[in-house]
């Protein structure tokens, strides 16, 4: 993929040589002060990081290098049922340009000529047994390729510190080609007897998914399409990408911070909430005795729920505010491609009942829906009832993201990451002396 390389040397070039001059100049900026509470409450907003590919308003949710999602709907190319290629998004992410059609079929064919799995990856993952839960499987299966880093190789023959970039690229690039085969691989090995399908060349990267993971439905493409895309960045500082950027900064390469980064997305407070969601409403159902709960009915689930003391999955965020808009968009696809889903049904009465009660604790900062509180609903709709698995599927969408930022990284010479820590005794000490 020269064109896709070539275009994001130039601009890598230009933002290093940039960044450099910035930093001499301004290095000692005031950007942010820090409160105790920000010490003890998991750093929430502190500005430490450098992070190209998107940002996130806590009002308005993720742009995308300065586009929203309806933006991106509406602007990269797509599906021929207009919902956006994945593809064009990772070029977006890399160079700062909606890509053409014809970019976004170049890289559908670079990355279906990387895509090939080395045999030690099916023999990993089948030493495993078929009830290891999919995150543990997919990790496995991306440290299965690792001893195939491009970048870990030329690093031991002693590559020069220019050259990162480009060795990050490769194993990148491989990575993401590769990564929807390892995800079918699992799912079908896990959940239908190792009945795998072979990939269809003719089709682009998430249709091809959706077709190894055994469902041909045209809307089903559309999904995964979609689905791809949304789930794919959400700026630098949650925990997956933090930690790909961490691990990547120690010079680890693709394959090991990648892998790193999924042990962070199968956290239930993360990533893993998608399965946490639909498991819930599934109790809810099987608890209540009824498919169509009533909003009332829902609300007394909901606070048996809180007075259990766990939280209901799906619903608040670190950072944002408002609905998240890629709940927005999943509720969009619902409402134009599914009629008459219970389950949908659900989700939709679950988001009219759960915000106030939330609202009600007079703790929790965000009740509103994340992305997490609709994916499960659509997955099921289309035949994926194993909701262990979706995390998977977010990890598969979220390599975008954190591989093109860490291909940026390398090539702005980012350092070694390493805030400070603190003490009790420090903190207190601190403010006896104020
Ligand atoms: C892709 C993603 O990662 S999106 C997030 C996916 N995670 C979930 O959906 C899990 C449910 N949600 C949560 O647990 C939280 O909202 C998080 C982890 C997402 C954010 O955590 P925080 O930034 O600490 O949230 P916040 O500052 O609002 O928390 C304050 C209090 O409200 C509680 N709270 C927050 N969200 C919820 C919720 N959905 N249900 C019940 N209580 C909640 C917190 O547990 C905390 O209680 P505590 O003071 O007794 O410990
Ligand atoms: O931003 C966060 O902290 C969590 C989140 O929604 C994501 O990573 O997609």
């Given at each position: 993929m020269e064109s896709l390389k070539k275009k994001f040397a130039a601009k890598a070039l230009a933002l290093y040589t940039e960044m450099r001059a910035i930093n001499k100049e301004h290095g000692e900026r005031k950007m942010d002060e820090v409160v105790l509470r920000q010490i003890t409450g998991g750093a929430r907003g502190i500005k430490m990081m450098l992070w190209e590919t998107s940002q996130l308003d806590a009002n308005e949710g993720i742009r995308f290098r300065g586009y929203s999602i309806p933006e991106i709907k509406k602007l990269l190319p797509s599906g021929p049922q207009g919902e956006p290629k994945p593809e064009g998004l990772f070029w977006l992410m890399l160079t700062g340009e909606i890509p053409t059609a014809e970019e976004v079929n170049d890289l559908t064919?670079?990355?279906?000529?990387?895509?090939?799995?080395?045999?030690?990856?099916?023999?990993?993952?089948?030493?495993?047994?078929?009830?290891a839960h999919p995150m543990t499987q997919f990790t496995i299966g991306i440290m299965a390729m690792q001893s195939d880093s491009i970048f870990s190789r030329r690093y031991a023959e002693g590559m020069s510190k220019t050259d990162y970039w480009d060795a990050c690229y490769e194993d990148s690039m491989n990575l993401i080609a590769r990564l929807p085969r390892v995800a079918a691989y699992i799912y079908r090995?896990?959940?239908?007897?190792?009945?795998?399908?072979?990939?269809?060349?003719?089709?682009?990267?998430?249709?091809?998914?959706?077709?190894?993971?055994?469902n041909d439905d045209e809307d089903f493409r559309s999904l995964m399409r979609l689905y791809l895309t949304i789930h794919a960045d959400h700026e630098g500082g949650n925990a997956s990408a933090h930690t790909v950027n961490l691990v990547g900064s120690t010079l680890s390469d693709p394959y090991l911070s990648f892998s790193a980064g999924m042990n962070a997305l199968a956290g239930p407070l993360h990533g893993l909430a998608n399965q946490e969601v639909i498991k819930w409403i599934f109790e809810m159902i099987e608890n209540l005795g009824t498919k169509t709960p009533t909003k009332e009915q829902i609300a007394t689930y909901v606070q048996e729920t809180l007075d259990a003391g766990k939280v209901i999955p799906g619903y608040g965020h670190a950072v944002l505010r408002e609905p998240d808009p890629r709940f927005t968009a999943q509720r969009r696809f619902a409402e134009e491609y599914i009629k008459g889903s219970d389950l949908i049904e659900t989700v939709w009465k679950i988001f009219?009942?759960?915000?106030?009660?939330?609202?009600?604790?007079?703790?929790?900062?965000?009740?509103?829906?994340?992305?997490?509180?609709?994916?499960?609903?659509?997955?099921?709709?289309?035949?994926?009832?194993?909701?262990?698995y979706y995390t998977v599927l977010f990890g598969v969408s979220r390599a975008l993201g954190v591989l093109a930022a860490g291909i940026w990284s390398r090539a702005l010479g980012m350092p070694l990451e390493r805030p400070k820590s603190v003490t009790s005794d420090w903190i207190k000490a601190q403010l006896k002396d104020a």
């Open positions: 064919k670079d990355w279906q000529s990387r895509s090939d799995l080395p045999q030690q990856v099916m023999t990993s993952l089948d030493a495993l047994p078929d009830d090995r896990s959940f239908h007897g190792g009945d795998h399908i072979p990939a269809d060349k003719s089709l682009d990267w998430a249709a091809n998914f959706a077709h190894m993971l055994g009219d009942t759960v915000p106030p009660m939330l609202q009600a604790l007079g703790k929790v900062k965000n009740p509103w829906p994340n992305v997490d509180a609709h994916s499960g609903a659509l997955l099921v709709h289309y035949g994926i009832k194993e909701y262990s």
